[in-house]
């Protein structure tokens, strides 16, 4: 058989010109160092002095200033005295055994609380299946119960609970033993309560608003996290990238990089050799120690650049605070200072900013642009600030809806926002509802 009408194949040799973007280990390094806040910077420098012999830090006279953020020791004999020194911060958990050791008990019964004790979550909660727990801890119900009750005698008055309405409860029984309905309404009524269901409550009830409104007030005095989370309780202190001061002798504001505890960095001239063996892996180095100058010099002038347009275009932030900032985003400055806008992006990633009036977050700055009813431009963060503003004024029996604050909006400020950018906005700034946010009117 005869196949017909298959062409014949044919190799042909043909000349293509294509463009490919390679990303070179430099650049990527390159992009990584632009993103580094100063302390990043920091110990990515000590890293390379570890990986490159030609490369040598050069400690400046007021590094033991620099932040310790984390530890990092430049010689490997030094040692910190500040790190002997007890912290005299205690775990609740460990307060909770020491309860535990003074309770007249057996030593069994001691082991199993101080199980129980360590499988707490951070807010003192036993949010753990009771089965599971029984299991682990080979006893029956009965026993579990009777531990149970020991962990919830300990204080703080509410840990051991199982949830947020068993803590209320214990810390009612505790401090108002006498108030049933306040009881009734943790028991029974939380999500109602939650939302503000006021007259829903009374009619089941058969209680006065006013009843309610007395209860109410009892149980907001009770705490719903009956241990504080160590992490929310810790104070956490940023070190600022950039200061911006005003001088008043020139009258205009100052940048300072607050880089001064970055070593210099120093060609190790003891590597030199003239061994053709060590030549290439020494020309090999010798270029990343000139890169790394080099990139370090330009995330300096790229940050600077940044800052002296945020000056000149946000003035009015610098002097009057968040209220006075104006729209501007990162292609606006990246076409003003002649760079990519990825680049502007990545060098105000994890960088923080000190002025007089407060720390920011560098990208905070930066806002979209929103339009007004007269053509005039705001900022997201001004409509956010207004936002709260209104909602801070507003009658507290009878709440603005999403609906309503947009319309005032529109009216008060010549701003035409939708109900669902108010809602998104409500919620970034944790503001609740309108039907959350409203008060009991008692008559």
């Known amino acids: 058989m005869r196949l017909q009408g298959v062409n014949k194949m044919k190799l042909v040799l043909q000349q293509k010109q294509q463009l490919n973007l390679v990303m070179t280990t430099e650049l990527r390094q390159a992009i990584a160092l632009l993103q580094h806040s100063t302390q990043d910077l920091y110990e990515y420098l000590k890293e390379q002095e570890q990986e490159n012999p030609l490369i040598e830090l050069v400690e400046k006279s007021d590094a033991y200033n620099r932040p310790k953020n984390k530890t990092i020791q430049s010689n490997e004999d030094y040692v910190n ?33 101080n199980y129980l004790i360590l499988n707490l979550d951070s807010h003192g909660y036993l949010s753990f299946d009771e089965k599971e727990l029984t299991e682990q801890l080979d006893i029956d119900e009965s026993t579990y119960e009777y531990l149970i009750s020991i962990l919830q005698s300990l204080e703080p008055v509410g840990v051991g609970a199982r949830n947020l309405s068993d803590s209320l409860r214990i810390q009612l029984d505790y401090y108002y033993p006498d108030e049933l309905l306040a009881k009734t309404l943790v028991n029974s009524y939380l999500s109602e309560l939650a939302n503000k269901q006021w007259q829903a409550i009374s009619k089941a009830e058969n209680v006065s608003l006013k009843e309610i409104d007395k209860a109410f007030e009892i ?5 719903p996290r009956p241990v504080t989370n160590d992490e929310d309780s810790e ?5 600022p990238d950039i200061i911006v001061e005003y001088d008043q002798e020139i009258k205009s504001f100052t940048i300072k990089l607050n880089d001064h505890y970055i070593p210099d960095i120093r060609f190790n001239h003891s590597y030199t050799n003239e061994d053709r063996q060590l030549n290439d892996y020494v020309q090999t180095q010798f270029k990343k120690y000139q890169w790394l100058k080099n990139s370090i010099e330009q995330r300096r002038s790229t940050i600077i650049k940044i800052i002296n347009v945020l000056l000149k275009k946000q003035s009015d932030f610098f002097n009057n605070g968040l209220k006075g900032l104006k729209p501007l985003t990162l292609k606006e400055v990246a076409n003003l200072i002649d760079m990519h806008e990825s680049t502007v992006s990545r060098a105000t990633d994890n960088k923080i900013i000190q002025t007089a009036l407060g720390t920011f977050e560098l990208k905070s700055l930066f806002s979209t642009r929103m339009q007004t009813t007269t053509g005039e431009d705001t900022s997201q963060t001004q409509v956010k600030s207004i936002l709260e503003s209104m909602i801070k004024k507003e009658d507290k029996y009878k709440p603005l809806s999403d609906q309503k604050l947009a319309e005032e909006m529109k ?33």
């Open 81 to 113: 005295p500040l790190d002997f020194v007890a912290n005299k911060e205690r775990d609740m958990r460990e307060i909770l055994m020491e309860q535990v050791s003074f309770k007249q008990l057996s030593e069994e019964n001691k082991a199993q609380l």
């Open 235 to 239: 104070v956490t202190f940023v070190t």
């Open 411 to 443: 009216i008060t400020s010549g701003i035409k926002i939708s109900r669902r950018t108010i809602a998104k906005y409500r919620d970034e700034l944790n503001i609740p509802s309108s039907s959350k946010r409203k008060e009991i009117k008692i008559i």
């Open 219 to 223: 149980i907001k005095t009770l705490n």
